[in-house]
């Protein structure tokens, strides 16, 4: 089965840039979507297509896909970006979707 | 406002069967594609189950196949998960979601949860 795999965590202090990796085999092939999810809440689509924001997501969050990683960006880092974000993609080749291990963002 | 509200959590005993429900309201909820989606006790989100817009494709993860049934009703905005024969491992956060954008979830309900539990 299709596996994503993402860094536990990462830590940024406010203002920097954050960069959050998803690992997968020939992943640029695929449409990578990304959430982010708060404690108690649902998740949030925040870039979908590898790099298309939905509407309401600020600029700040940016994404790129290509060979074996996908990464999702987040510049100027604010307290309020804090939080768990997952990757996902649809495998084709088992009609199934997978997430992401998941990275826990922690703003310094 | 565009909305999905699940129902139907709670306790069961191994073996036992549960039916969750997701009300959708605000948007055209037959142009979209849905899923169940869950998420176990501090862990990360697992794909359950799938359903095209018409709903005559449905997909489901190795981990429920044969025991879980997702189906919909376009005229009454609803989508339903049966779940047979549950196992404690099936403990979590049952979310609905829905998505319109390639494969991508943009709505998302608030969560139900289900224990299984002796």
């Known amino acids: 089965s299709y596996v994503l795999t993402q860094p536990p965590s990462v830590s940024v202090a406010p203002g920097q840039t954050a960069r959050i990796t998803c690992g997968g085999n020939n992943i640029g092939s695929k449409s990578v979507h990304w959430y982010q999810q708060k404690p108690g809440q649902a998740p949030v689509l925040v870039v979908y297509?590898?790099?298309d924001r939905p509407s309401g997501i600020p600029e700040r969050f940016s994404g790129s896909n290509s060979g074996n990683t996908a990464t999702l960006t987040i510049s100027r880092v604010e307290a309020g970006d804090e939080a768990d974000y997952y990757c996902q993609v649809w495998d084709s080749s088992s009609d199934h979707y997978v997430f992401g291990t998941g990275t826990k963002v922690t703003v310094l | 406002q565009v909305q999905l509200v699940e129902s139907g959590g709670g306790l069961v005993k191994p073996g036992g069967s549960l039916r969750l429900s997701c009300a959708a309201s605000?948007?055209?909820?037959?142009?979209?594609?849905m899923s169940w989606i869950r998420q176990a006790p501090g862990k990360g989100l697992e794909w359950v189950s799938y359903?095209?817009?018409?709903?005559?494709?449905?997909y489901s993860a190795d981990s429920v196949k044969g025991r879980f049934t997702m189906s919909r009703d376009n005229a009454k905005n609803s989508l339903h998960l049966q779940m047979n024969s549950l196992r404690v491992e099936d403990t979590a956060v049952y979310y609905c979601?829905?998505?319109?954008?390639?494969?991508?979830?943009?709505?998302w309900g608030q969560g139900t949860m289900v224990t299984v539990s002796s």
């Open positions: 979601a829905g998505g319109i954008l390639g494969g991508a979830f943009d709505i």
């Open positions: 605000g948007f055209t909820f037959s142009d979209y594609y």
């Open positions: 359903i095209s817009s018409s709903g005559s494709t449905i």
């Open positions: 297509d590898d790099s």
